[in-house]
C-alpha cells in the first residue's frame, strides 16, 4: 500500500502560479504511475496530468498544456504539479493518485487508480 498526502493548494490571483505536492510513503514509488486529478464543484474528477514510473512518459489533459508541468523526484517519493498561468476554471480539489496494476496507456487515460491522497484546494480569483 501507498498513502499518499498533498500540498501547496491556496488562493491565487487569475495568471498567478501554484506548484503542489505529493508525499507518499513506501518503498515502492518509483513501481507506481502517479496522476493528478481535479474535481470542481458539480462536475466530475478528471485526469489533469500523470507521470511514468521514471518520468520520462507524461500525459496532459488539453486544459493544460503549455501551462501545467507534472514531475517526480523518486529518491524523495514525492511528485509535483507546477501549474502556471492560472485561470479561474482551473479553480477545484485537485488530487494525487497512484497506479500500479493496469498498463500505463490505461494510467495514462485515468483508469486504474487504487489509492489517492485527500485532497487540496486551489482557488483562482479573477
Known amino acids: 500500500q501507498v498513502q499518499l498526502v498533498e500540498s501547496g493548494g491556496g488562493l491565487v490571483q487569475a495568471g498567478g502560479s501554484l506548484r503542489l505536492s505529493c508525499a507518499a510513503s513506501g518503498r515502492t514509488f518509483s513501481s507506481y504511475v502517479m496522476g493528478w486529478f481535479r474535481q470542481a464543484p458539480g462536475k466530475e474528477r478528471v485526469l489533469v496530468a500523470a507521470?511514468?514510473?521514471?518520468?520520462?512518459?507524461?500525459y496532459y489533459a488539453d486544459s493544460v498544456k503549455g501551462r501545467f508541468t507534472i514531475s517526480r523526484d523518486n529518491a524523495k517519493n514525492t511528485v509535483y504539479l507546477q501549474m502556471n498561468s492560472l485561470k479561474p476554471e482551473d479553480t477545484a480539489v485537485y488530487y494525487c493518485?497512484?497506479?500500479?496494476?493496469?498498463?500505463?496507456?490505461?494510467?495514462?487515460?485515468?483508469?486504474?487508480?487504487?489509492?489517492w491522497g485527500q485532497g487540496t484546494q486551489v482557488t483562482v480569483s479573477s
Open positions: 493518485a497512484a497506479s500500479q496494476g493496469v498498463r500505463i496507456a490505461q494510467a495514462m487515460a485515468g483508469r486504474g487508480y487504487e489509492y
Open positions: 507521470i511514468g514510473w521514471s518520468g520520462g512518459m507524461t
